[in-house]
């Protein structure tokens, strides 16, 4: 007889169908706890921090190599470059004679030979027929030199002026142009077909009338400095007032210079004319040119005029001229 399989019951059905159903739940929490967390790291990771940056990192541009310089000397010291302005013609304002050339910016800003030492005279000509010019030019308050022409309205009280206010003073002496008598001179001016006599009685009056002079340079003049003869004359009756002479150098021919040095007298020679152009960015070019002069030669010479543009701009430049490494001196400093 077939053995019968014991009959299952309602309480071991429900036992096999519990621990199936408990095995599925616990699968399924265990795959809801893993998205969960796969959930987190995720989110975690898109929310992370970007790396942080120092300011000075920031700050730092990035700078391409430069390529590698010649080694250079340690005399040649650099200097500002000066501002760029167009060659100059060279000539004097008020009846100056002008000629191009002598004033020409140089291609690269020499390098100073002078240790430092960068002195520059300022001469402001044609002084003589205004109070007020020379009270302007005063206020300033930086050295500079006065030269007044003789005869002039206010010549004698222009120069006591300056020269109570610790200018150096200057005689401007007319001299025969090429011009004349087309190009007007004044009546005391020094021609060429004076005689020494003539002539010492001028230079004699002129001293007289502007006592406070320490020295002398030619209001115009190109005809008469290229005289060697009458320069010669001149030369030796200044000198023997105790004067030394600035040449103006309105030609290039002049003979000044030349025959300063054969009387052994002290004497030195225009650099820079600063106003052929009544405009201030002309004005200051030429100033940054008698600048670089000085720095390469250690002095220079500048003349100029009291145009009113020209006296504004001395006074907005000169007296910063100092943070330049540049010295404002009186000419006789530089006379040799």
Not at 43 to 70: E, S
Not at 72 to 84: I, N, Q, T, Y
Not at 247 to 257: F, I, L, R
Request: hydrophobic residues 40%; contains cysteine; charged residues 20%.
């Amino acid at each position: 007889m077939t053995k019968q399989k014991p009959r299952q019951t309602r309480s071991n059905r429900y036992k096999k169908q519990n621990g199936k159903g408990a095995t599925a739940l616990a699968v399924f929490i265990a795959l809801i706890l893993l998205l969960l967390l796969g959930g987190y790291y995720f989110l975690a990771w898109q929310q992370k921090p970007a790396p942080v940056v120092r300011l000075q990192q920031l700050a730092r541009p990035v700078v391409p190599a430069a390529p590698a310089q010649p080694r250079r000397s340690s005399a040649l010291a650099s200097v500002p470059a000066p501002m760029v302005t167009p060659p100059a013609v060279v000539g004097g304002g008020n009846g100056e004679e002008a000629h191009k050339g002598h004033d020409a910016l140089p291609t690269a800003v020499p390098v100073s030979r002078t240790g430092g030492r960068a002195e520059l005279a300022i001469i402001v000509d044609d002084m003589g027929s205004s109070l007020q010019e020379v009270r302007s030019l005063m206020a300033i308050g930086v050295p500079l030199t006065v030269s007044v022409i003789p005869g002039l309205r206010h010549d004698g009280e222009v120069a006591a002026f300056a020269a109570g206010h610790g200018a150096e003073v200057m005689l401007h002496i007319p001299m025969q142009s090429k011009e004349y008598p087309q190009r007007r001179m004044e009546s005391n001016g020094l021609l060429l077909s004076y005689d020494e006599q003539q002539l010492q009685t001028l230079v004699n009056s002129y001293v007289d009338r502007v006592p406070q002079a320490v020295g002398a340079n030619n209001h115009m003049g190109s005809a008469f400095t290229e005289d060697e003869a009458q320069m010669r004359r001149v030369l030796t009756l200044l000198k023997q007032k105790g004067l030394f002479f600035i040449d103006s150098v309105t030609t290039p021919a002049t003979t000044g210079p030349r025959v300063a040095a054969a009387l052994h007298m002290k004497s030195a020679r225009r650099d820079v004319f600063l106003d052929n152009e009544q405009n201030e960015g002309y004005i200051r070019g030429q100033l940054n040119i008698a600048v670089a002069k000085a720095r390469k030669n250690g002095r220079a010479i500048a003349i100029c005029h009291p145009h009113p543009t020209t006296l504004a701009t001395l006074a907005k430049v000169l007296p910063g001229l100092s943070q330049q490494g540049v010295t404002l001196v009186v000419v006789s400093k530089l006379v040799r």
